[in-house]
């Protein structure tokens, strides 16, 4: 199956910029999403078709595609960002794939 | 308002079969374009895509769990089902069905709120 890494995890001060990556093979020729999940509640998706928000996502998300990987951004990152953090593609010959996930700590 | 529910028993025993359902309200599962899927998430663990079928039936399944999975359709009570044979502890996870845009990648617009199934004697 297709495979995409993430770093566990990721620190940012509240107010300043937080970066996650999502590689995979070619990651840049396909379409790439991505779900915040809070503890003990369903994946919300943030981004999809690389850069969208769907509607009621704040745009502090943001994202891009290229290459081999992926980047979700969250500028004037807020507690309330806290959360894990999951990229997903899909491969037209074995289908969908999550990333392995992201933990985003606030300090 | 679009909602997805999933039903099933919450303790299966290894090497039986899992069986979940997931009832759709407030839209058709006939819907042009669409895919329902099913996810799990082993405790404290990632999300792991199981996966996903048309309306017409079409499928997709991730390869690992291939041999193992039936995703079934029934239009007529708006429902779409998940069978996943031989389980075993690894199998404990929580289930969450979905929607998928399908296309664009496939992204999930619509979460279940997930149910915990156990593997256990």
């Known amino acids: 199956s297709y495979e995409l890494t993430q770093p566990p995890s990721v620190s940012v001060s509240p107010g300043q910029t937080a970066s996650i990556t999502c590689s995979g093979d070619?990651?840049?020729?396909?379409?790439a999403c991505w779900y915040q999940q809070k503890p003990g509640q369903s994946p919300v998706l943030v981004i999809y078709?690389?850069?969208k928000r769907p509607s009621g996502i704040p745009e502090r998300f943001s994202g891009s595609n290229s290459g081999n990987t992926a980047t979700l951004t969250i500028s004037g990152t807020q507690a309330m960002d806290e959360a894990d953090y999951y990229c997903q593609a899909w491969d037209s010959s074995t289908g969908g794939a999550f990333g392995t996930g992201t933990k985003v700590t606030v300090l | 308002q679009l909602q997805l529910q999933e039903s099933g028993p919450g303790l299966v025993k290894p090497s039986e079969t899992l069986s979940l359902t997931c009832t759709v309200s407030g839209g058709s599962i006939s819907s042009s374009s669409y895919y329902w899927g099913w996810i799990r998430q082993p405790p404290g663990k990632g999300l792991e895509w199981i996966g996903s079928i048309y309306y017409s039936g079409s499928t997709y399944y991730n390869p690992s769990l291939k041999s193992r999975v039936t995703i079934s359709v029934d239009t007529s009570k708006n429902q779409f089902s998940l069978k996943l044979s031989s389980v075993t502890a690894a199998d404990t996870a929580v289930y969450y069905c979905a929607r998928d845009l399908g296309t664009f990648g496939h992204p999930i617009d619509y979460w279940g709120q997930g149910t915990l199934v156990t593997v256990s004697s």
């Open positions: 070619k990651l840049g020729d396909k379409y």
């Open positions: 078709q690389d850069t």
